[in-house]
């Protein structure tokens, strides 16, 4: 079993900051990349950011220079530090980690889901 857990989500002003994290754990073998996305109501999820193993990271373009992804790789967490939150910020945060299990290691990465965590912007 892998298990993707994340906390930090809250009720937060606008202008203000949040830090979420997400910790994978389980029957892991290899982390490749992981990532947060987000899904406001009615609306599609889309990529909020993703880091690889090596450091490489890439942003939605609506949270470019607010929003910082980083990861320890030593204890499968990857954090999300948003600072200068808007209102539109404001959507279930989902993290993502694309691994190996370590019970398949011969199998492609497979897609995990952490269960959300809310995130509340108030103007």
């Known amino acids: 079993q892998v298990q993707l857990v994340e906390s930090g989500g809250g009720l937060v002003q606008a202008g203000g900051s949040l830090r979420l994290a997400c910790v994978a754990s389980?029957?892991?073998?290899?982390?490749?990349?992981m990532g947060w996305y987000r899904q406001a109501p009615g609306q599609q999820r889309e990529l909020v950011a993703s880091?690889?193993?090596?450091?490489?990271?890439n942003y939605g373009d609506s949270v470019k220079g607010r929003f910082t992804i980083s990861r320890d790789n030593a204890k499968n967490t990857v954090y999300l530090q948003m600072n200068s939150l808007k209102p539109e910020d404001t959507a279930v945060y989902y993290c993502?980690?694309?691994?190996?299990?370590?019970?398949?290691?011969?199998?492609?990465?497979?897609?995990?889901w952490g269960q959300g965590t809310q995130v509340t912007v108030s103007s």
């Open positions: 993502n980690a694309q691994l190996i299990r370590s019970d398949r290691p011969f199998s492609r990465p497979g897609d995990y």
């Open positions: 389980g029957s892991i073998l290899s982390i490749n990349a």
């Open positions: 880091i690889t193993s090596g450091g490489r990271t």
